[in-house]
């Protein structure tokens, strides 16, 4: 399974930015995709997940900022982010959840960066 992440870049403070995460190279079912983020000198954080009949997990702080849409024909999952603040600098990861007959396993994206200074 290839996964791919776009649209990171520099940012200001307020502005808004969309990531994009396709996965591609396989015919295994996709349960759910998401975004992770990590800060810099920080672990990895959940930022938000969606899926197939899975409901959405979040961290709760960003909900009312970002917003998880996914494609299931194009096999992709979008993050759209408002209102972007400094704290919010971090690579972002897209994650996708795959598999068959009731054996899934995670695949990542390299991530993309994030910045978001004035």
């Known amino acids: 399974v290839r996964v791919v992440e776009s649209g990171g870049g520099v940012v200001l403070p307020g502005g808004a930015l969309t990531l994009s995460c396709e996965a591609s190279?396989?015919?295994?079912?996709?349960?759910?995709m998401g975004w992770f983020r990590r800060p810099p000198g920080e672990s990895m954080m959940l930022v938000a997940v969606t899926g197939n009949d899975e409901p959405e997990e979040w961290t709760e702080s960003l909900k009312g900022r970002f917003a998880i849409s996914m494609d299931n024909t194009r096999r992709a999952v979008y993050l759209q982010m408002r209102d972007l603040r400094p704290d919010d600098t971090a690579v972002y990861y897209c994650k996708v959840v795959a598999g068959r007959d009731g054996h899934y396993r995670d695949y990542w994206g390299q991530g993309t960066q994030v910045t978001v200074s004035s």
């Open positions: 190279g396989t015919t295994l079912s996709v349960r759910y």
